[in-house]
């Protein structure tokens, strides 16, 4: 062992030692009230694996929405590229589907009303009081199915003191950033609290294709909340809140050589020699031709009322939704005429939720029962644009119309310019110049129903031990539809669509174009019960131990990207979990630590992939459903080793395996995963400390926070989709890390500040996994690349 290895052991011996007669000066640490069981309970209290985020750790990280704590939150996952379509995952468990006839394992919830899985589920922090994130099925204690776990996003409530204040934040990327809060009592009973949160960045990378730069944000959101509380034990908020998105969409960086438009990149169908012709992102110019652009544009409504009710307590909660979102992309990365594709995703989607709660607790039990009712009315609209040319080079590379007489090594085309209509003229105003656009596009509706009747109950045993029973009723319907319109173009490309000549009503949709007429609307319910039950005892008032077990549930969908040929729907998902675990607070060390072992079986979880297409047609987006299982360790604690100084840390362990799940390889052959890794790290983990000391007449504070996550665990699948590129151009599927730093002051009362804010402290930038529609039939494949470091200066006023 080094030198070094020595003196730091030594130092951390020498300080674990010293940490009783440290602490015993210093006050407890105050315990965190969470309502994660449907009622308010301290968390060393609640038998559930779980992580809560504070205001301040939001602020700590400078973070907007949930995807800026990636990797804060060890097991939880959530990719924000495009935060109309975000994904979502816990424990590994979790789907990119942004299909609108398909739930999340995963629910998201904002004071107790479920987002949805697409444009209105990751909102941008506005005046948050802090995140509760649950591991594990959640059925029996939220209004919606949560077969993986739940975030629970709680916001502050109007109080009776008036309260002003506000944050700017400008920084690299020509970013300014801004949040404020007005809360004012109108009388003794009548409170109203103003809310508003801007975020917005030029972008961090040039468009070579124009000079625009990509990458950068622009949002904003305001929130309104009215709370009448005529008793210390009833209340009625009234809420509306506004979510607004107008930014570009995310940057599409190419890997495939870069050649002159007109020109075609380097081609192969199997992904292995393709891989071989990879340039390294970091190291070449942005190039996106698409008219990139992604919106959103929501509002909510929400009543919240309270009141006691014949020895219990009432709740309802009655909610309104409605969204709007856009999201165009490119979709090859080369601003190449001769391989130009790109892609929209638009929604119009519309919720309406009510749940009726009553609980009530005396010293034997306390107990929790609730109904549940939600309709969602939702119509999506999916686009495909690309040019003549580009469908030239999908026949020249692949040769989906051989069967036409068109075999692959020819262009499209120049051959059908030369044929006649029916009636045996030629098409008029012959061949078109270079570039001429193609466009098709699938409509998707839905109508979805769900009603629930759910209840939990905690029985004290004894002094020290509670058994905990829960059951939820659950019932779904889905009624879908599949509308794909004839493609449409300019002439003379447009008389050969309406002539028909080789089925040109469609190419990229073809398939689908071909089910929808005879299979337009399919619809399907579904009846489930979820139990739970769970064990705790307390050791000592500092220690509790538990165990668990319950059972995930979510509704089966439909998979709208490709109707199907008898109307057939996806099975549920379920989830069977165990869980068993220890919650401790050692005051004379101020240390807490928190601890559990899980095991879970996920049967049908639904997810997306793009799957080649007989004959050489363009890739295109299905539903798959595989069985999966996983095994693992979820620890984390704090410990306050002085007034000032605060050390903290958490990690999940991950052993994550398909169970039953097959995948058919661009050569055509079947490939078995069972028994393979699904592709989720073993290890997630994040450390950090808060010091904070008087300086300057005020109070100086740093928080210097780190996370890790390890590589990807490669099955025969992601090696096959470049997940886990080794020895080339770039490498995949790598172990990542990142560090934050605020170092912040605030004068004596604290009524103002100044804070210093690095995001990514050492600028490591990573390559996601290359990939698209363009990949398989174009050699045109585009990928990720992470944000750089970001450095920013905050002003803050409370008044």
Same mark, same amino acid.
């Given at each position: 062992?080094?030198?070094?290895?020595?003196?730091?052991?030594?130092?951390?011996?020498?300080?674990?030692?010293?940490?009783?007669?440290?602490?015993?000066?210093?006050?407890?640490?105050?315990?965190?009230?969470?309502?994660?069981?449907?009622?308010?309970?301290?968390?060393?209290?609640?038998?559930?694996?779980?992580?809560?985020?504070?205001?301040?750790?939001?602020?700590?990280?400078?973070?907007?929405?949930?995807?800026?704590?990636?990797?804060?939150?060890?097991?939880?996952?959530?990719?924000?590229?495009?935060?109309?379509?975000?994904?979502?995952?816990?424990?590994?468990?979790?789907?990119?589907?942004? =299909?609108? +006839? $398909?739930? /999340?394992?995963? &629910?998201?919830?904002?004071? #107790?009303?479920?987002?949805?899985? *697409?444009?209105? @589920? !990751?909102?941008?922090?506005?005046?948050?009081?802090?995140?509760?994130?649950?591991?594990?099925?959640?059925?029996?204690?939220?209004?919606?199915?949560?077969?993986?776990?739940?975030?629970?996003?709680?916001?502050?409530?109007?109080?009776?003191?008036?309260?002003?204040?506000?944050?700017?934040?400008?920084?690299?990327?020509?970013?300014?950033?801004?949040?404020?809060?007005?809360?004012?009592?109108?009388?003794?009973?009548?409170?109203?609290?103003?809310?508003?949160?801007?975020?917005?960045?030029? =972008?961090? +990378? $040039?468009? /070579?294709?124009? &000079?625009?730069?990509?990458? #950068?944000?622009?949002?904003?959101? *305001?929130?309104? @909340? !009215?709370?009448?509380?005529?008793?210390?034990?009833?209340?009625?908020?009234?809420?509306?809140?506004?979510?607004?998105?107008?930014?570009?969409?995310?940057?599409?960086?190419?890997?495939?050589?870069?050649?002159?438009?007109?020109?075609?990149?380097?081609?192969?169908?199997?992904?292995?020699?393709?891989?071989?012709?990879?340039?390294?992102?970091?190291?070449?110019?942005?190039?996106?031709?698409?008219?990139?652009?992604?919106?959103?544009?929501?509002?909510?409504?929400?009543?919240?009322?309270?009141?006691?009710?014949?020895? /219990?307590?009432?709740?309802?909660?009655?909610?309104?939704?409605?969204?709007?979102?856009?999201?165009?992309?490119?979709?090859?990365?080369?601003?190449?005429?001769?391989?130009?594709?790109?892609?929209?995703?638009?929604?119009?989607?519309?919720?309406?939720?009510?749940?009726?709660?009553?609980?009530?607790?005396?010293?034997?039990?306390?107990?929790?029962?609730?109904?549940?009712?939600?309709?969602?009315?939702?119509?999506?609209?999916?686009?495909?644009?690309?040019?003549?040319?580009?469908?030239?080079?999908?026949?020249?590379?692949?040769?989906?119309?051989?069967?036409?007489?068109?075999?692959?090594?020819?262009?499209?085309?120049?051959?059908?310019?030369?044929?006649?209509?029916?009636?045996?003229?030629?098409?008029?105003?012959?061949?078109?110049?270079?570039?001429?656009?193609?466009?098709?596009?699938?409509?998707?509706?839905?109508?979805?129903?769900?009603?629930?009747?759910?209840?939990?109950?905690?029985?004290?045993?004894?002094?020290?031990?509670?058994?905990?029973?829960?059951?939820?009723?659950?019932?779904?319907?889905?009624?879908?539809?599949?509308?794909?319109?004839?493609?449409?173009?300019?002439?003379?490309?447009?008389?050969?669509?309406?002539?028909?000549?080789?089925?040109?009503?469609?190419?990229?949709?073809?398939?689908?174009?071909?089910?929808?007429?005879?299979?337009?609307?399919?619809?399907?319910?579904?009846?489930?019960?979820?139990?739970?039950?769970?064990?705790?005892?307390?050791?000592?008032?500092?220690?509790?131990?538990?165990?668990?077990?319950?059972?995930?549930?979510?509704?089966?969908?439909?998979?709208?990207?490709?109707?199907?040929?008898?109307?057939?729907?996806?099975?549920?998902?379920?989830?069977?979990?165990?869980?068993?675990?220890?919650?401790?607070?050692?005051?004379?060390?101020?240390?807490?630590?928190?601890?559990?072992?899980?095991?879970?079986?996920?049967?049908?979880?639904?997810?997306?992939?793009?799957?080649?297409?007989?004959?050489?047609?363009?890739?295109?987006?299905?539903?798959?459903?595989?069985?999966?299982?996983?095994?693992?360790?979820?620890?984390?604690?704090?410990?306050?080793?002085?007034?000032?100084?605060?050390?903290?840390?958490?990690?999940?362990?991950?052993?994550?395996?398909?169970?039953?799940?097959?995948?058919?390889?661009?050569?055509?052959?079947?490939?078995?995963?069972?028994?393979?890794?699904?592709?989720?790290?073993?290890?997630?983990?994040?450390?950090?400390?808060?010091?904070?000391?008087?300086?300057?007449?005020?109070?100086?504070?740093?928080?210097?926070?780190?996370?890790?996550?390890?590589?990807?665990?490669?099955?025969?699948?992601?090696?096959?989709?470049?997940?886990?590129?080794?020895?080339?151009?770039?490498?995949?599927?790598?172990?990542?890390?990142?560090?934050?730093?605020?170092?912040?002051?605030?004068?004596?009362?604290?009524?103002?500040?100044?804070?210093?804010?690095?995001?990514?402290?050492?600028?490591?930038?990573?390559?996601?996994?290359?990939?698209?529609?363009?990949?398989?039939?174009?050699?045109?494949?585009?990928?990720?690349?992470?944000?750089?470091?970001?450095?920013?200066?905050?002003?803050?006023?409370?008044?």
């Amino acid at each position: 062992m080094s030198t070094k290895k020595h003196k730091l052991a030594l130092a951390i011996s020498q300080a674990l030692m010293a940490l009783p007669a440290m602490a015993a000066d210093d006050a407890a640490v105050p315990s965190v009230i969470v309502t994660a069981q449907s009622r308010a309970q301290s968390l060393r209290d609640v038998p559930i694996s779980m992580q809560v985020v504070s205001a301040k750790d939001i602020a700590d990280l400078g973070a907007a929405n949930l995807s800026d704590m990636n990797g804060y939150i060890p097991g939880l996952s959530v990719d924000g590229s495009q935060p109309t379509q975000p994904n979502f995952a816990l424990r590994g468990i979790g789907t990119g589907d942004f =299909g609108i +006839a $398909t739930d /999340a394992p995963v &629910g998201v919830y904002l004071d #107790g009303v479920y987002l949805g899985k *697409t444009g209105g @589920s !990751l909102l941008d922090f506005n005046d948050v009081q802090r995140v509760e994130v649950l591991k594990g099925p959640q059925g029996t204690l939220f209004g919606r199915n949560s077969a993986a776990g739940a975030i629970a996003i709680v916001a502050n409530e109007p109080s009776m003191e008036r309260e002003a204040n506000a944050t700017v934040r400008v920084g690299s990327h020509r970013s300014v950033y801004g949040e404020g809060v007005l809360n004012q009592p109108l009388s003794d009973t009548l409170a109203l609290r103003l809310s508003a949160v801007r975020n917005r960045s030029d =972008g961090w +990378a $040039t468009n /070579a294709y124009n &000079g625009e730069k990509m990458g #950068g944000e622009g949002a904003w959101g *305001t929130r309104m @909340s !009215l709370k009448w509380a005529p008793s210390s034990q009833t209340k009625a908020i009234l809420s509306w809140e506004h979510q607004d998105i107008d930014q570009t969409a995310r940057p599409a960086f190419g890997v495939s050589p870069q050649v002159a438009s007109g020109e075609l990149p380097p081609f192969d169908p199997d992904p292995a020699v393709l891989a071989r012709t990879f340039v390294n992102p970091l190291h070449t110019t942005l190039r996106n031709d698409a008219p990139a652009r992604e919106t959103l544009s929501l509002n909510g409504v929400t009543l919240r009322f309270e009141t006691p009710l014949a020895g /219990a307590t009432f709740a309802s909660t009655t909610s309104w939704r409605k969204f709007r979102s856009y999201n165009r992309q490119d979709n090859d990365g080369t601003a190449n005429i001769a391989t130009y594709l790109d892609t929209a995703n638009a929604e119009r989607n519309t919720t309406w939720q009510q749940e009726f709660k009553l609980s009530s607790k005396n010293d034997l039990l306390d107990w929790v029962a609730g109904v549940s009712l939600f309709r969602a009315k939702v119509t999506q609209i999916s686009d495909v644009n690309t040019t003549t040319d580009t469908l030239d080079t999908l026949n020249y590379n692949t040769g989906p119309f051989a069967a036409g007489g068109i075999p692959a090594g020819v262009p499209l085309f120049p051959v059908l310019y030369g044929l006649a209509l029916g009636d045996g003229t030629p098409f008029s105003g012959g061949a078109p110049a270079s570039g001429t656009q193609w466009h098709e596009q699938m409509i998707n509706g839905l109508t979805s129903k769900s009603a629930s009747i759910y209840g939990d109950v905690i029985w004290h045993a004894t002094p020290s031990t509670n058994v905990t029973l829960g059951v939820r009723f659950t019932r779904d319907s889905k009624t879908t539809s599949w509308d794909v319109p004839a493609a449409t173009s300019s002439d003379p490309t447009a008389a050969m669509v309406a002539s028909g000549v080789l089925g040109l009503n469609a190419i990229v949709l073809a398939n689908a174009a071909m089910v929808a007429p005879l299979f337009p609307t399919a619809s399907k319910s579904w009846r489930d019960t979820s139990p739970r039950l769970v064990i705790d005892h307390k050791l000592d008032a500092s220690t509790m131990l538990f165990a668990s077990l319950s059972k995930g549930y979510q509704s089966g969908g439909f998979n709208v990207f490709q109707p199907s040929d008898a109307g057939g729907a996806f099975a549920p998902e379920k989830m069977t979990n165990f869980e068993a675990g220890f919650k401790t607070y050692l005051p004379a060390l101020r240390l807490s630590l928190n601890g559990s072992v899980f095991s879970y079986r996920f049967k049908n979880l639904q997810g997306i992939e793009l799957v080649s297409v007989s004959g050489g047609g363009v890739p295109t987006y299905n539903i798959t459903s595989s069985n999966q299982r996983g095994k693992g360790v979820d620890l984390d604690g704090s410990i306050k080793v002085s007034q000032s100084v605060r050390l903290f840390g958490a990690l999940e362990y991950l052993d994550h395996t398909y169970d039953q799940k097959q995948f058919t390889d661009w050569a055509g052959n079947i490939v078995n995963l069972s028994g393979q890794p699904v592709g989720s790290p073993k290890l997630t983990m994040m450390a950090g400390v808060n010091v904070t000391w008087p300086a300057f007449g005020g109070h100086a504070d740093l928080s210097l926070q780190g996370n890790y996550t390890s590589k990807t665990r490669c099955n025969a699948q992601i090696i096959r989709q470049w997940g886990c590129l080794r020895g080339g151009a770039f490498e995949t599927g790598v172990a990542t890390e990142r560090a934050d730093l605020k170092l912040g002051w605030m004068n004596a009362d604290r009524r103002y500040g100044v804070a210093l804010l690095v995001n990514n402290l050492f600028n490591k930038r990573y390559i996601g996994t290359p990939g698209g529609q363009t990949s398989s039939i174009l050699g045109t494949p585009y990928a990720s690349i992470s944000a750089p470091r970001y450095i920013g200066l905050a002003l803050s006023a409370n008044l």
